[in-house]
């Protein structure tokens, strides 16, 4: 009985030490972690880890330096939870620097920011270039055009051109507001301005392009197409259809010499309907 006692309390004794060493262990990680997250507050205000110097390139760039300055300093002010200072080289809002400068000037394409060293950052931007212009949703209205880029992405308004300096884009956008928005997909529009390139290099003259509500598509031909007499004709064709076979098509139909007689006659072209394969049909005025 005295040893059963005895083995008890030993192991109570056992049990005590074990708690008050592990107690002891967090106590000294926590004590540890406090001074590693005081330490790195004040490590965080070394002014010679903080940004103090930010280098704007944008070179024929619309956008002036001072603006994208303002933005940058915008997102550098301040600390992080109080505690941290937004110009830590480390720490800097780097992403939402970027963000910033995409929401506020849609003219600019692609913005790179890199380090300079430990207190300071480059930042350098790239504006679109205008592909053409969308000037609203019907057909030769007389709205506000605008820029819109390779991608089909509209990001400015467009001053008042005469005569067709810039390909001419109608239809609908994927936005409430022009400025932000995209005409046709990506893809789409990057199809349909190689298709415009390819008819032009076939001595065709298109200055306007019209994707209606019905899923046709049309362009208009200008007045100074080399040997066809186009002046307010149009090419129709299907949305979904292949271009490669629409441009085949086209090609096939041009050379028909019907067409090409009565072009030369001086009679003006009405249309030539691509939307039933390889049934091409075409009026003459």
Do not use: H
């Amino acid at each position: 009985m005295l040893f059963r006692k005895k083995s008890r309390i030993s192991s109570s004794k056992v049990t005590e030490i074990r708690r008050k060493k592990f107690l002891t262990r967090i106590l000294l990680v926590v004590l540890i972690l406090l001074i590693l997250f005081v330490a790195s507050i004040f490590v965080s205000k070394i002014s010679s880890i903080n940004i103090v110097n930010i280098v704007v390139k944008n070179e024929g760039s619309v956008v002036t330096e001072k603006e994208i300055l303002g933005v940058a300093n915008n997102n550098i002010v301040g600390k992080y939870l109080s505690l941290y200072p937004k110009t830590n080289i480390f720490i800097y809002g780097k992403e939402k620097i970027k963000t910033n400068i995409y929401e506020k000037f849609k003219r600019i394409k692609n913005v790179d920011i890199e380090r300079i060293g430990f207190n300071g950052i480059n930042i350098t931007i790239k504006e679109r270039s205008p592909a053409g212009l969308w000037c609203g949703k019907k057909i030769n209205t007389e709205e506000q055009c605008y820029f819109l880029d390779e991608d089909g992405f509209i990001y400015t308004e467009a001053p008042t051109f005469s005569g067709s300096v810039f390909f001419r884009n109608y239809g609908n956008i994927t936005g409430k507001e022009q400025i932000g928005s995209n005409f046709l997909n990506s893809e789409k529009f990057k199809g349909i301005s190689f298709f415009v390139k390819s008819i032009k290099d076939a001595n065709v003259n298109p200055i306007s392009f019209f994707a209606n509500d019905s899923g046709d598509y049309e362009i208009y031909l200008g007045d100074n197409s080399k040997n066809y007499n186009f002046y307010d004709g149009k090419i129709i064709f299907n949305s979904d259809d292949n271009l490669g076979e629409i441009f085949n098509n086209l090609m096939t139909i041009l050379n028909e010499r019907t067409l090409v007689k009565g072009l030369s006659d001086n009679v003006q072209l009405d249309y030539i309907d691509l939307r039933f394969g390889k049934k091409v049909f075409y009026r003459l005025k």
